[in-house]
Structures are given as structure tokens and as C-alpha cells.
């Protein structure tokens, strides 16, 4: 069912921005995309904070919610919950599938999304921060293929908001030079979840929509934007990593 009202997604060309979409197509909702220019230091201005105090994106204004939300995992348990589907209503399917979204946001995100920072500096530099980020990513990504080999989804007995949270950075594992070979039940969960219309259909929209101007905005960024995009500043210390390897 297509609804008359339309919704609208803030964003950019990332993960958290693509589950959001993946779930909006799920539903069959009508929605528009907002490309934010991150490079440019608009999730900084006062309209924006307005709508994300933390000045990140995604950000849904959906009219009946009311008010805009962030938070891709909170994003997507509204949606679950206004439209009753991908989050049992009750019992410990629920909790599995909520303990599952609350991984991927807590580590799944904030890790893979710390490797991928690491990875942009050149090969060599920074040796400390590439074991440390490689070396969780890798754990993640084992304990994705571990969950889903005697399972179909990752959590509950059918696909949920766990499932398509954790879909578009499972999609990084080639980019952090991970085969998919040596992670076959991912692997096939990924296909499963690839292969769907609605999955697909997200992905082309945020290519479409975002791919271009994240790209462009990332090109002709100048030395500051990248500072502030980083959160660089003269205040980092010069490396030294003496306080944290030396743990005895
Ligand atoms: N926990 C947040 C993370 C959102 C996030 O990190 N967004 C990034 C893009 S994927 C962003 O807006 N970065 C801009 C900034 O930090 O200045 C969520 O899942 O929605």
C-alpha cells in the first residue's frame, strides 16, 4: 500500500543512510531525498541542529511521527512499529531482534566506520590504528558469519530491522580487503538479502540520489572542511602511542 503523505530522508551515500532507505522501500512509503553536504560543514548549521542536535545524518521527518528523528536504529524501530512489521510486537524474538540492532549500532558501526577512517591515510602510517580497527572488524565479521551458519536471519526466525541494520556494512568486508570467500554463510545471508526488490531499488536510489554529490563535495573539499568533516585539530598530540601499549 503507497501512502498519500510523504516522507522525507536526509542524507548522504552511507550505510546508515541506505538502511534507512532499505526499510522505507520494505514498506512501499513514498519518500524524497535531501542529499545534506557533510563536506561542507551543512550538518553544522542551525536548521540542521535543529532537526539533529548531534549533526549527523540520517535524518527522518516523517509526518506521522511529528517531529524529526534521528538515529538510524531508533529510525528504524519507528518505522517497525507504525507499520507493525520487521520487529515482533512482543516475546524474545522481540529482544533478539532489538539486542541485534543495538549491536550493530553500538559496535558493528562505530568500528567498521572507525577501519574505514584509518584505511583513507596512506598505507604504512598509523600502523597502531589499522591493527587495532583491522583487528575488530575482523572479529565482527566472524561473529556475523558465526550467527547466521545454523540460522536464516540474524536474529528471531524471519527477516527484521536486525537484518537490514546490519546489510549495508556487512556490504564493506571487499573494502577492508576481507574475501567473502573465507565467510561463506555471510556470504549467502548477504545474497539473501541482496537479491530482494526492495533492497535493490534502495540502493539504486541513494546511488542515484547521493552518489554523485558526496563524491563531488568530497573533491573539491578544502583543508579545513576536511578538518571539521574529521574532527582534526591542532590539539591532537603528536603521535605517541607509549600510554596504550604499554599495558603492564
Ligand atoms: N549512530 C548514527 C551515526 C550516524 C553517522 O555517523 N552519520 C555520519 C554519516 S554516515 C555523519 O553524518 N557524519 C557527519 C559528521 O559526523 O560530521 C546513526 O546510526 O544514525
Redesign the pocket.
Same mark, same amino acid.
Given at each position: 500500500m503507497t501512502e498519500s503523505r510523504s516522507l522525507t530522508l536526509l542524507g $548522504?551515500a552511507? @550505510?546508515? $543512510?541506505v538502511k534507512v532507505a532499505i526499510m522505507l522501500e520494505e514498506l512501499e512509503l513514498s519518500y524524497e531525498l535531501k542529499y545534506v553536504a557533510?563536506f561542507k560543514g551543512e550538518?553544522f548549521t542551525p536548521e540542521f541542529l535543529a532537526l539533529n542536535p548531534l549533526?549527523? $545524518? @540520517?535524518v527522518l521527518l516523517d509526518p506521522a511521527l511529528g517531529r524529526p528523528l534521528?538515529?538510524?536504529?531508533a529510525i528504524l524501530q519507528w518505522l517497525a512499529e507504525r507499520s507493525g512489521r520487521f520487529l515482533p510486537r512482543d516475546g524474545a524474538d522481540r529482544y533478539d531482534v532489538l539486542q541485534w540492532l543495538m549491536v550493530q549500532?553500538s559496535s558493528i *558501526?562505530p568500528m567498521l *566506520?572507525q577501519f574505514t577512517h584509518f584505511r583513507l591515510l596512506p598505507p604504512g602510517s598509523e600502523p597502531y590504528s589499522h591493527g587495532r580497527y583491522g583487528a575488530l572488524a575482523e572479529r565482527l565479521y566472524r561473529l556475523l558469519d558465526e550467527r547466521v551458519s545454523s540460522r536464516e536471519w540474524i536474529a528471531g526466525t524471519e527477516y527484521s530491522i536486525a537484518d537490514i541494520a546490519t546489510f549495508p556494512w556487512a556490504e564493506y568486508l571487499e573494502r577492508h580487503d576481507f574475501a567473502w570467500k573465507d565467510f561463506p554463510a555471510l556470504s549467502r545471508w548477504r545474497e539473501r538479502i541482496g537479491s530482494r526488490p526492495a533492497v535493490r531499488r534502495a540502493k539504486q536510489r541513494i546511488q542515484e540520489a547521493f552518489s554523485a554529490p558526496t563524491v563531488e563535495t568530497m573533491q573539491h573539499a578544502s583543508a579545513e572542511d576536511l578538518d571539521r568533516?574529521f574532527g582534526r585539530t591542532d590539539k591532537v598530540p603528536v603521535r605517541d602511542y607509549s600510554a596504550v601499549t604499554r599495558l603492564k
Open positions: $548522504v552511507s @550505510p546508515n $543512510v557533510l550538518q549533526g549527523k $545524518v @540520517p534521528a538515529e538510524s536504529g549500532m *558501526g *566506520g568533516f
